[in-house]
């Protein structure tokens, strides 16, 4: 099940696409709400020492903004450890075989 988006409020995003195809996103954050900002950022990076976001399009842009920021929310699933292939222990057993 997906967790519910955690979005960075106080940021607003606006694209702007320049006439050779460039593109550049132009970042307000608002004067009041850096306090509250840091606050978020520092919460959600303490465990990890890293707040990671991420920046994606809306789906209906308004005049003030085209993209939201919100925390990334994904954790990668611990590494199980399984037995090699047979391809795997072939390739093995040939480095086995080298005599040098």
């Known amino acids: 099940?997906?967790?519910?988006k955690?979005?960075?409020n106080g940021v607003w995003i606006r694209?702007?696409?320049f006439?050779?195809?460039?593109?550049?996103?132009?970042?307000?954050?608002?004067?009041d709400k850096v306090d509250e900002i840091c606050a978020e950022l520092k919460k959600h990076g303490a465990a990890t020492g890293w707040a990671r976001l991420c920046i994606a399009q809306r789906k209906t842009p308004d005049k003030k903004s085209t993209h939201s920021?919100?925390?990334?929310s994904y954790t990668p699933k611990p590494?199980?450890?399984?037995a090699p292939t047979s391809a795997q222990a072939q390739a093995q057993k040939r480095f086995d075989d080298v005599p040098f």
């Open 1 to 4: 099940m997906a967790t519910e």
């Open 6 to 8: 955690q979005y960075l």
């Open 15 to 17: 694209s702007h696409r």
């Open 19 to 31: 006439a050779d195809g460039n593109e550049i996103l132009n970042i307000s954050i608002s004067r």
């Open 69 to 72: 920021i919100f925390f990334d």
């Open 79 to 82: 590494a199980t450890r399984t």
